[in-house]
């Protein structure tokens, strides 16, 4: 393994780390996001920083990115996007609580906050437009086409209708809180303080049977 130089390294400790085909972003309670380009070609290993974002007046605790935007959030109750191009500042969306974790698609992104809700932001809007009340934290969210998934501090992965914010059903398999929720395009894959992952059938949302 190999780390990438403290030079230009961050200044705290780092949150969350995210990447696309040509740069590595990471996210840091130092309150900044870190771009690092890739450097030597054809070795993976050499990263310099190119450019520090700077905005979130706390530290920054989730990421993401698509082609055209950087998406961070903070404890300071924001979400903010950034030009993925030049790096420069567009949204800060008020979410007047902490985002335990977010996702989005297209125009649109839900996130969990600690206090026990989801919230459902029009990117094009500053604030957010709807929110569910939750009676358990979410920790993760998974949106594939037109629902979504929430696996929480229950134990529970949660199947959402995405339009009209309804529950379609409630999945029981963890024994602890759901961390992590990944898929593929026929499965999904839970992890839990349980110390269990589980492997869900995509199409029949039931766990595989030999996990």
């Known amino acids: 393994s190999s780390g990438i130089n403290a ?9 969350c780390v995210f990447f696309n085909k040509h740069h590595l972003i990471s996210a840091s309670l130092d309150k900044t996001l870190r771009v690092y380009q890739e450097g030597t070609v054809g070795d993976p290993t050499t990263y310099t920083c190119e450019n520090v974002l700077e905005g979130h007046e706390a530290g920054v605790t989730h990421g993401d990115m698509n082609e055209d935007h950087i998406f961070s959030s903070g404890e300071d109750l924001t979400i903010r996007l950034w030009c993925a191009k030049f790096y420069n500042p567009i949204r800060t969306i008020h979410c007047g ?3 335990r974790h977010f996702t989005f698609d297209q125009d649109l992104i839900i996130a969990a906050t600690t206090e026990k809700k989801l919230l ?21 969210i998974w949106l594939y086409g037109a ?8 134990g529970l992965l949660k199947e959402w209708d995405l ?4 529950l379609l059903r409630t999945l029981h398999g963890h024994m602890a809180e759901v961390y992590c929720i990944q898929a593929n ?3 999904i894959f839970t992890s839990s303080f349980d110390g269990s992952i589980k492997i869900w059938y995509l199409s029949e949302l039931k766990p595989d049977p030999s996990n």
Do not use: C, W
């Not at 459902?120 to 993760?140: A, W």
């Not at 979504?148 to 229950?154: E, I, K, V, Y």
């Open 7 to 15: 030079e230009y390294g961050d200044t705290n400790s780092v949150s």
């Open 97 to 99: 609580a902490e985002i």
């Open 120 to 140: 459902f932001v029009d990117m094009k809007r500053e604030l957010p437009s709807h929110s569910i009340d939750m009676v358990d934290t979410v920790n993760f």
């Open 147 to 154: 629902r979504f998934l929430t696996g929480d501090s229950a």
């Open 163 to 166: 339009p009209s914010g309804a």
């Open 185 to 187: 395009k026929s499965q």
